[in-house]
């Protein structure tokens, strides 16, 4: 009997308490996993649009550099002419925002989306400021713009997730007019 007694062995609350370290341990793992799961997300997320914002930053730079005219020239939006594929014949490029996203029309074709994550018009940051051939910004007058714009800065503000960390990333290019030289 006396040998029953004395075997070696886990109580019930030693049993418990051992259960209570465990499950602190592994919710603080979950955690730092979640965390970094969250992180990973919202970089991917970010890295993912700012790639993006090249390409249309890229698109947008070279079908300005080749306008022949403006038809529209707002902050937000533009409506252009010009020979998008070398064939000596004029194209109509549309690009505008729509919510977070930006979109490009060929000749009144089906709109593409070409990047997401635009946070222009909730910086107040215009897309497009139109200078004269004197480098004059012509900030208002549409009329001017459409016809004497000489070049074009584009500036993207990119920022895929508003209400996390990093702070948006910020595009800016200069465009001279080609045509207009």
Do not use: C
């Amino acid at each position: 009997m006396d040998t029953l007694r004395n075997e070696d062995g886990l109580t019930l609350i030693e049993l418990m308490v051992y259960g209570a370290l465990l499950l602190v341990i592994l919710s603080g793992a979950y955690m730092m996993y979640d965390a970094s799961a969250t992180i990973y997300t919202t970089a991917n997320g970010q890295a993912e649009a700012q790639g993006k914002g090249r390409i249309a930053q890229t698109s947008l730079a070279k079908h300005m550099r080749m306008a022949e005219s403006f038809q529209e020239a707002g902050d937000y939006s533009v409506n252009l002419r010009a020979d998008i594929n070398d064939d000596n014949l004029w194209d109509k490029i549309e690009y505008y925002v729509v919510d977070d996203t930006l979109y490009r029309r060929i000749n009144d074709g089906t709109p593409a989306s070409i990047m997401k994550g635009l946070r222009n018009e909730e910086q107040s940051m215009p897309i497009f400021n139109y200078f004269d051939l004197n480098g004059t910004s012509m900030s208002t007058d549409t009329a001017s713009r459409i016809t004497k714009t000489h070049k074009v800065e584009i500036s993207l503000v990119i920022d895929s997730d508003p209400n996390r960390l990093p702070e948006p990333y910020i595009l800016k290019t200069m465009v001279t007019l080609r045509n207009k030289e």
